[in-house]
């Protein structure tokens, strides 16, 4: 899934000479942690760092015949080593020592990415939303004009719900920054328990409280129910944006290059595919979590049910999810606001989204609220199904003209008295 908004740093960590070089620092932090304590001659340790390597091609010849890959690995860098430093490799450890935490170290490296993604997206749309604070346009609910916002604040939301996941996703990745090396069941039979905690140190990892031969996959499936999280605020974001980039709504578009061409068949044609695309990714995204969730479920101290489902859905998600910030960013970035529109389409049928302003000025004038809703309703609704003009209609109806003057019809038509409290939710971002 790599184009032009994904990031290239990304799909290395997950590819498979990746894989190996994190067990390659896994292994070698603990022969470190093995040294530091005294169980091993510093200066064979730093002839192991100097010495060990991997081939891909040659692991690759050997999991073919022993069918097992961290065998493989080993057997591979026990190769390079040769029989005087090979001894040290893995003492004491089970293959889940060095995938687990070798794991931890890939996702911590992917969530530093996935950071930065955020911190760009987030300086993106907080300057969009100081530049259209005082754009006005219509808010809407169940897709039907509602009350007039402006362009500014309705950003300001979409900020707000992007830095709420933002701060569960840096909670889920430090939460799931767990190594281990506590050996086949977890209870370190056959290395020091001291050992772990500084191998997980040198690796800036936090040592697990308890292991059994795997790290508990809850962990993962929380992390990767915040990855779902930021996907489906995503598409929230992106539906927005559909909808506003709709022939009879307008008010927004995706950017369109010069030589860009929207239909093979209509050459009119200006969709947003980018944000329909990041609406379909969420979906794979969101069926991920269910198998990260499934993934916790495991027999006994340990099997392997979810490892070759996690070896698909973690790389792709997280591939995914960098992919998708990227490209909102760039979405935000190119994106053409239509003023003009936005002011339009609050004027429809005279002013409907104006009704609820009537209503109270009745209500104060003298009539109940039963009483004031009926008449402002059947005027509204005559505009509405009509193609009218709503303001014209109240002028016209002597139920409202013997309570309301001109003068108060205007103030009930005045867009600023919608807006004058929209520096104090500025306020609360601190803007």
Known sequence: ????????????????????????????????????????????????????????????KIEAEVHHDVIAFLTCVNESLGDNLSKYM??????????????????????????DDFDVLLST????????????????????HAEVTTFGVKLLNM??????VYKNFQDSAEEVRVGQISGPVGTYSNLPIELEPIVCENLDL????????????????????????????IEQIATEIRHLQRTEVREVEEGFSKKQKGSSAMPHKKNPVLSENLCGLARVVRNNVNTAMENIVLWHERDISHSSAERIIFPDSLILVDFMLNRLTNIFSNLVVKENNMKQNTNM?????YSQKVLLALVESGLTREQAYIIVQRNALDAFENDGDFRYNLEHDDDVTKQLSTDDLDDC????????????IYNKFGL
């Open 90 to 115: 893995h003492v004491g450890m089970t293959s889940s020592d060095v995938i687990d935490t070798a794991f931890a170290l890939q996702i911590k490296d992917s969530s530093f990415i996935i950071n």
């Open 159 to 164: 900020y707000d719900m992007l830095e709420r």
């Open 1 to 60: 899934m790599i184009d032009r908004y994904s990031r290239p740093e990304m799909s290395k960590i997950w590819d498979l000479n990746s894989k190996f070089d994190y067990y390659l620092k896994v292994e070698l932090a603990v022969c470190d942690a093995y040294a530091q304590l005294g169980y091993f001659p510093v200066e064979d340790i730093q002839k192991v760092h100097k010495k060990a390597k991997f081939s891909i091609e040659r692991i690759d």
């Open 206 to 233: 936090k040592p697990a409280r308890i292991s059994t031969q795997i790290i508990a996959r809850d962990y993962h499936a929380r992390y990767m129910q915040a990855l779902g999280l930021v996907a489906s605020v």
């Open 125 to 144: 749309i907080k300057d969009l939303a100081i530049k259209y604070k005082n754009t006005i346009c219509i808010g809407r609910s169940h897709g039907i």
């Open 413 to 424: 038509f005045q867009v600023e008295e919608y807006l004058r409290n929209v520096d104090k």
């Open 349 to 353: 049928f005279g002013g409907i989204v």
